[in-house]
């Protein structure tokens, strides 16, 4: 199995980030460093290391949904001393009998509330995640004030940002006060934010309630429960 593959299913990192983490000296096959991702490897009989720890092919594959509160970093670690979401997977691990391995399938901004899925499946997060899947990720956001309908015709059309145009949104009132629901296919950094404050617009509030065809259901901010394989799936769902 190639490295970057088996990091990916191991839960280390996607594929695609693969080449950064191995460029950064972290990962030792049989005592060596490795710096190419394309190395290949015999996983019955290579250790491979990563960060000091030796890592393992899981046995089984979890996956749970999570309703993340507002000012946790999605990281597993933060160097500027502030809340992750590594302290909630900690305690999931505990509680599972789990040795480690689970990490978030993507992120979701500090700000930001609602649906994430936790796994130690690599694969399944890839699928997930890549741009090219474009997987569908509803948001209930609140504004400042009401949105011209011009100017939500424009965002369903797409716009553009500093780093590229976004691709087709689909953004629904919700009959109450500032409040609407937007439907994404792509997971940029603060997307949803920038796309509002292009026309100046401020998001409030911004929950995400399903990706692909799982919903977050009734899961209160800081709750978790685990998901079959089957309700795993529904996430990788495209409309």
Known sequence: MRLNRFLSRAGITSRREADEL???GRVL???ELVLKPGKVIDTDEDIVEFD???IRLPSEYTYIAFNKPSGIVTTMGDGQGRPTIESYIEAMEKVLKLSGGLFPVGRLDTDTTGLIIITNDGQYAERVIHPRY???REYILTLDKKIEDAEMNKIERGVMLSDGRTLPAKVVYKGIGFTYSIVVREGRKRLIRRMFDK???SVVSLKRVRIGALKLGSLVEGEWRLLSREEA?????KF
């Open 22 to 24: 191995l460029n950064g």
């Open 29 to 31: 096959v049989n005592g």
């Open 52 to 54: 000091g720890r030796v």
């Open 134 to 136: 474009e997987v569908e």
């Open 199 to 201: 026309f100046g617009y």
């Open 233 to 237: 799936g529904l996430a990788q769902f």
